[in-house]
C-alpha cells in the first residue's frame, strides 16, 4: 500500500538513547530539558527571533486568534485544512471568507481589503503546501486597517521568503509536527513571534495562564508538549536535510514524468526557498480526479484530495460563494510524497495517472 505519506522514523536505537535522558532525570513535561533543547536548535536551524514548541499546530492557532482576535471577525481562507477556520470557530470569532488566487492557492490579497468591516480585527491566512502568501501587500492593508496578522504555516517547516524564515512573518506564525508533516515529533507544533511582550502573553497562555506558581497573567489552556514527543523531534532532528534532499528527488521525478498537458500544478511564489512538503496536481475536471483516484486505489496507491471541501461548504460554517477555492478544491490531488518512496513505485504512480488521462 502507498499513501500520500509516510511518517519518517529514525533508527530506534538512537530515539532510544535520547530516552535514557528522560528515565535518568524522570521529568516527563512541562518544558523539560529535551523540550528546551529541542527549541533552541529549531530556533538555529530555522533562524527565527522565538520558538515556542505546543502540544500540536492547532492549540496556538486557538491560543493567537483569541488573544489577537478579540471575539471579532476575522478573515481568512476557504483553501486550508479545516484547523483554520475551526480555530477561529471555536474562539468565538467569526471567520470571513476572502477566495484564493487561482494560481498561488493562497488567499487572494486584492479582495481582502472589501472584506473588512468595523468588526474585523484580524487576517488568518495559510501558507499553502508552503506557499507564502503575498506577504508584504497583506502586511500593508494590516497596517493600513490596524489588523493583527496571523498565518497558519502548519506546512512550512524549512520554507524562506526573501531568505528570511516565513516564520518570521505576521504578528504570530504556527506550524504543525504531526506525524504526517515533513518534521515531526508525532503530535507537536510551534508558534513563532517577534514582538516579545506578546510573545510572553501567548507563553502565558499556552501554560494555564500562569506567571509564576501563584500568579496568573489571565486566562491559559494546557498546550505543551511532553519530554517524549521532543525526544522524537530531537531523533528527527539529525535528518532534517537528508529529508528534504530526498524529498526533493521525489518532486523532480513527478516534474520530469507527469503528463503536463492535462494537469495544472501550483505556482510557488518567486523568491521562495521550498520546502517539497507536498505534491498537488489539479486536473481540468473533477471527473478526470475521480477516474485518476479510482484506477491508482485499485492498485493500493491512496493519493489524498487536500484540502477538498473548500471550508466555505462545511455545514455548521457560514455559507459563503468562493468560486476560486471551491473549483480548485474539486480537483486537487495531492500524490504520494516520502522519504523512502521507490522509483518502482514513482514509476507506477506516474503510468496510472498518464494513462487515467488519456481514456
Ligand atoms: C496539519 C495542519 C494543521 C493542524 O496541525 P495539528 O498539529 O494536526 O494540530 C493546521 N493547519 C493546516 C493547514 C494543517 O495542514
Known amino acids: 500500500m502507498i499513501n500520500v505519506t509516510k511518517t519518517f522514523l529514525p533508527p530506534k536505537n538512537e530515539y ?50 483569541k488573544i489577537l482576535g478579540e471575539n471579532s471577525e476575522i478573515i481568512t481562507t476557504p483553501f486550508s485544512y479545516v484547523a483554520t477556520s475551526a480555530a477561529i470557530i471555536w474562539e468565538n470569532c467569526t471567520p470571513v471568507f476572502v477566495d484564493i488566487h487561482p494560481d498561488y492557492f493562497t488567499i487572494d490579497e486584492t479582495k481582502i481589503e472589501a472584506a473588512i468591516t468595523s468588526k474585523t ?13 503575498d506577504v508584504e501587500t497583506i502586511e500593508k492593508i494590516a497596517q493600513k486597517h490596524n489588523l493583527k496578522v496571523i498565518y497558519d504555516a502548519a506546512h512550512c517547516f ?27 515529533t508525532a503530535e507537536g507544533g510551534a508558534l513563532f513571534c517577534k514582538d516579545e511582550k506578546l510573545f510572553q502573553k501567548l507563553y502565558y497562555s499556552h501554560n494555564f495562564g500562569h506567571k509564576g506558581e501563584l500568579d496568573f ?17 530531537l531523533a528527527v532532528f539529525p535528518y532534517l536535510d537528508y529529508i528534504l534532499d530526498e524529498r526533493k528527488k521525489v518532486v ?13 500544478k501550483i505556482q510557488l511564489r ?82 496510472v495517472i498518464n494513462k487515467s488521462l488519456c481514456l
Open 252 to 264: 523532480e521525478y513527478y516534474n520530469a514524468n507527469l503528463d503536463k498537458n492535462k494537469i495544472k
Open 217 to 233: 497573567y489571565g486566562l491559559g489552556i494546557n498546550g505543551k508538549i511532553s519530554e517524549l514527543q521532543a525526544a522524537m523531534g
Open 270 to 351: 518567486e523568491n521562495t526557498t521550498w520546502n517539497y512538503s507536498y505534491y498537488p496536481v489539479v486536473f481540468n475536471n473533477e471527473t478526470d480526479l475521480l477516474n485518476v483516484q479510482t484506477h491508482l486505489n485499485k492498485v493500493s496507491i491512496y493519493p489524498r484530495r487536500y484540502f477538498y471541501p473548500s471550508l466555505n461548504t462545511i455545514n455548521y460554517i457560514n455559507k459563503a460563494e468562493m468560486p476560486i477555492s471551491e473549483s480548485i478544491s474539486s480537483r486537487i490531488l495531492c500524490l504520494p510524497l516520502y522519504v523512502g518512496i521507490k522509483e518502482s513505485e514513482l514509476e507506477q504512480i506516474v503510468a
Open 16 to 65: 532510544d538513547e535520547i530516552l535514557n535522558d528522560v528515565w535518568a532525570t524522570q521529568w516527563l513535561t512541562n518544558r523539560g530539558k529535551l523540550v528546551l533543547e529541542l527549541e533552541t536548535k529549531l530556533k538555529s536551524y530555522l533562524d527565527v527571533s522565538s520558538v515556542l514548541i505546543t502540544s500540536n499546530g492547532t492549540v496556538p492557532l486557538q491560543i493567537a486568534v
Open 121 to 133: 480585527k484580524a487576517i488568518l491566512a495559510t501558507h499553502v503546501f508552503g506557499n507564502p502568501c
Open 158 to 184: 524549512g520554507v524562506k521568503y526573501k531568505q528570511k524564515s516565513i516564520f518570521e512573518y505576521g504578528d504570530v506564525s504556527t506550524v504543525s509536527f504531526h506525524a504526517t508533516k515533513l518534521f515531526h
